[in-house]
């Protein structure tokens, strides 16, 4: 026993929980702005996809990985704005359409992958993100490797936490896509535009879940493979409920869910523990099935989520 | 007729959808300090001509002043800017929110912040000059809704509003918190607001208005310089077009105890809305249940239906227990309901009316045989029914939803009427019905009454339950928190019951 110990908790155990974090809090918070708003993003996974291919590619030609990260945001905002066509201005189903855009950009992301690098028999990449370590603070004992030594992006992904939380609960913008959320008809007679709040929220969730997959391409890994998303945006969905629907706890879901996902990667590393490796990789999603049966029993949705807002209805 | 002293000025408000006028030529004019009753049944174009007030509609003719003013509104926003606030009848706040946020919606902030210490103080501000006060922190949930009202009422105000449009403000009231309204209304009127009051309940516009505006049929039927002038039967033939002819109440014979509840308690996994209820009723008796909605009528009625199962406590029907309530059981034994809510817990919209009208009793052996429709009866039958309680309906196959509000609850009472129940328990039959449909409805549950049958009235109207009942007790949290013989019952004492006062305390 604690020869696991010894072997997984590591100084390296707990900087790759803060790595293997980001994508989530990325997409977590994004998916909280749309969900806050009233329109449950289901795109997510798809939106995802599309941003780390089309990310992989403008960096690959342009061998600008910020112009990259430039071109997922943007993908991701196109598909988000699509969304928003389709269950804020149509005001169909949210659930429909969102698996609908999840298919549509993961088809959009194969397809254009195929078409630009064709089959290649070694996988084109691309030079990585590296960690930038912090004058100073990385040489804290401990702290200093886990939290100050990791990449750009992993910085700005903590840093849109508190952010989030103040446009959120501090400002004019986010009292009212707060209320759009909740009582639609209370933020048309103060007179804020439903639609516009609706829309910008999408638009929000979806660059931030663009440079999520931005970041599996780009950090994580250093190529596109058609299973560099799987299930990492669902897992997002569940995340806002476990955080009910606020961006500290969704971030703290984040951290919990990246923990049990690095501590399994250990696992199946060393050899102490003698279980078919999939075992292993089905802990976090296992885990996460039961911290939601604990923790969401008593979770509020925001009131109008999923409800489509017509002006006339009472 | 463009008199610049007038705060605000409609004229010729015209308004047609499709092949409907729901506004035709209307004028309307409101000063500084005026209350202006807005009085009109169901469908006389009342709410439209507010709804072209305050942006949602657009008129097709007619124009708009505010202070000499001609002004264009195309949005809710635009209304806000001319200093129109209304207080919808459903109220538009959002319960997770606290006070001050929801006072905050679509406020500009400042520094690109949220400004509560200003709306703090801007609430104060109000409290002091009319006497509107309410826990800033607070969140809207734990607001009662007289208190949620008053902060509608604080919104607008907020808005710097300087035209205030109540529709139906007090059909969610009890009667006292009615009185603080009136008093707070007049204090406002008083500042130098102009205030549109919407109603259709007689006594409180005499009551609380100094000028009257009626309409009928989309257009201006009259217009009383001065309230204390008419009496409320003048304002009802002037709303109506008739006299009103309430129902005679006769004296009825009293029978057998039809249906007592003891002790009953609803709970397990569900929060307990029932807390131990004892009550029964006789035949020949209108036992009138009276609350704020929310104490549990709901769940009594659905108790007493079979809809929900009790946790404790002892139903007994015509002196026998039953142990295991159903829907189908409690038809069986003739107890008949007309629910709440017509539109989803009573008829199917989306279904052609004779379905709506044999719904509950499609197991007759006259409705089927062999678990096959027997088409030509339900229609017949529905024919009849139609006939029966002149429903205005073009005929059975019409779709449900196609129906007005009160040819919806005639339906329903038509229904329950057919199989002469023993029981009748209705929930809220008259909410949101014209006075004459109202009428009809008490009508026929005076008669079921004078044959005998015992009648279980939910009501929030207590106009109504004084009128019909014989006896009235008062629901609040959960239990009855007092009862009283007609005879011995004041509105005063029922609207205190009704705010959670006890007797003798």
Known sequence: ?????????QVGFFAAIIRIATPFVFATIGELFAERSGVLNLGIEGIMMFGAMTGFSTAYFTSSLWLGILAAMLTGMLMAALMGFLTVSLGLSQHVSGIGITMLSTGFAFFFYRLIFGQPSTLPNIKAFTPVGIPVLKDIPWIGPVLFEQTTLTYLAFAVVPLAAFLLYKTPWGLNLRTVGENP????????????????????????????????VMVQFNAFTFGVISGRGWICIALVVFGQWGPWKSAAGALLFAMIDALQLRLQASSIIDLPYQVFLMMPFVLTIVTMMLVSRNARAPSALLIPFRKEER | MSNPDYLLSMQGICKSFGAIQANNNVDLNLSEGDILGLLGENGAGKTTLMNILFGTYQADEGKIMIQGRQITIHSTADALGFGIGMVHQHFHLVHRHTVLENLLVGEPGRMGRLDFSGARRRLLEIGEQFGLTLNPDARVSELTIGEQQRLEIIKALFGDSKILILDEPTAVLTPNESTGLFEALRALAEGGLGIIFISHKLHEVRNVTNRVLVMRAGSVSALVEDTKE????DLARLMCGHELNPPKKNTS?????????????TGGSTPQKLKGINLSVQGGEILGIAGVSGNGQKELADVIAGVLSHTEGTIEVKGEIISKA??????????????????TTGLVTSLPLYVSMVLPWIRRSIFSRFGILRKNEILSFTSKMIKRFTIQATGPEVKTGTLSGGNLQKVLLARELAFEPEV??????????????AEFVHRQFLSLREKGAAIILISEDLEELFALSDRIVVMYEGRIAGETKINDASVEDIGLLMAGATFGA
């Open chain 2, 424 to 437: 009748l328990l209705a929930s809220q039959p008259t909410r949101g019905l014209d006075v004459a449909a």
């Open chain 1, 185 to 216: 008809h209370a933020a048309d007679s103060a007179g804020v535009s439903v639609s516009a709040m609706r829309y910008q929220g999408l638009i929000i969730s979806g660059a931030l879940m663009g440079i999520a997959g931005a970041f599996l």
């Open chain 2, 253 to 265: 014979k009293l029978g057998d105890t039809f249906l007592s509840l003891s002790a009953i308690k």
């Open chain 2, 326 to 343: 159903s829907p189908r059981l409690m038809q069986k034994l003739k107890i008949g309901r007309i629910p709440e809510d017509r539109m």
């Open chain 2, 230 to 233: 008419v009496t409320e039967s």
């Open chain 1, 1 to 9: 026993m604690e020869e696991i110990i010894s072997q997984i908790f």
